[in-house]
């Protein structure tokens, strides 16, 4: 992926990091003024240690939330952020002015996550924890608002949207600064489109959160790295149309990121119908978990092209097209390649040649693994011993291992069936097929074998 210093970066994220401590630290200030103003009072004391160590705790909570489909983990940390708001504004016995300043600075930060949808959303969480809050918690009503706490919420409060304007309008200069347009990158391929090269979100938000800099670094990592191709593309390329080969292949792309992206993989690059995902970098869950994902990314990926078969039938694609990967962990240098006006934030090494190798000598609908890899997911992959083969730049032969599938979907009770024949082709998948559906499913599949029974096949 590459990033380009002389273009306008992508918007980042800012209810990060450090816009969560200054948020909860006018929250702790506010708390300590009714401290003050009270006396000691036990659940302000607890409210503002909590306010004071949450934003730590915020960054490990990404990786124990559950992981939803198409959405961002910053997300489920922002509604948690509403909750909360909800939940202080209770415990301050409805105080009128700070929990009006409570009010603001959340719709402020939900207005720049994501507009009037996020405010709306945010101000309903809110609202559910003050009802929580109150239910709890049972705090005494006190609307009026002293002097001490009038002037500490307004203070606190002034001074996180001073910051948080002085961030846009940097960002707005960087984004107004011209630019000298996309260099072209990569040679032309048979479609005669370019390799686009787009950092993913996670590398931004590296770089915003001040943990990573646009600079020419590198760095060695243990990663798990994914090539992939479709089997036979290049003939298809030869017989449609270039508008019905470019459509074909958006689409198949953009449905391989979206499960690339889902488990948690780092989009390098593609290259024609090529596809190079890496685990481990820019955020690793440990070698193990990575590896683990790596191979689920690329089961889920051969099942998807089922449906991706059924749907080119329907436009008159009936060539059967097969994906065909390759994966090999190890450790790559990764970080920041190129010149000081244009970088590629990609990784290099013998892995990345293993898995691009791997994925060359498969089969179509074949998923090869390097020995590496095998004896990381050996416990949650069923995989088959294929003995060693040559391997082009490698000394020695190489161990791999032909991926089956998920071993507790290869149980007694599989949640799958596929069966593709001349003129007949199903794939269920028991475990994504929704209540309101099976009816029809079931009926669909009685008219069909009623069919079959009635018909006179010679």
Known sequence: M???????????????????????????LTFSALLVENGHRLGYLIAILYTLAYPQLAQYLPTRLPRLPHLPQRLSLLALDA???GVFIA?????????????????????????????????????????LGAAVFTPEVSLHSSTLVTLVSLISGGFFILVMAAFVHRQGGTWKKPAAGPARTGKDHQTGSQPVKVPVASVWESIFSGKRSVQLETRRKKLTVFFSDIRGFTELAEELEAEALTDL????????????LQYGGTIDKFVGDCVMVFFGDPKTQ????????????????????????????????TKPLEIR???????????????????????IGREVNLASRLESAADAGEILISHETYSIVKDLIMCYDKGQISVKGFARPVQIYQVVGLRRELGAAPTFLERELSGFSMYLDTNHVRNYDKEDIIKALEQAARKLRDKVIV
């Open 2 to 28: 590459t990033i380009d210093t002389r273009i306008a970066p992508v918007k980042p994220p800012l209810d990060g990091y450090y816009s969560r401590i200054i948020a909860y630290l006018c929250a702790a």
């Open 83 to 85: 909750l909360h708001t």
């Open 91 to 131: 415990l301050l016995g409805f105080n009128y002015v700070p929990s009006i300043m409570f009010v603001v600075l959340l719709g402020l930060s939900c207005l720049i996550a994501g507009g009037p949808a996020y405010l709306a959303a945010g101000w309903l969480l809110a609202l559910a924890g003050t009802l």
């Open 249 to 260: 292949l958006n689409n198949y792309l953009d449905e391989m990121s979206r499960i690339a």
């Open 286 to 317: 440990g070698a193990k978990q990575d590896a683990e994902a790596a191979v689920s990314m690329a089961i889920a990926m051969r099942k998807h092209m089922k449906v991706l078969r059924q749907q080119w039938r329907s436009r008159g694609i």
């Open 325 to 347: 990967m390759g994966l090999s962990t190890g450790y790559c240098t990764v970080g920041n390649f190129g010149a000081a006006t244009r970088m590629d934030y990609t990784i």
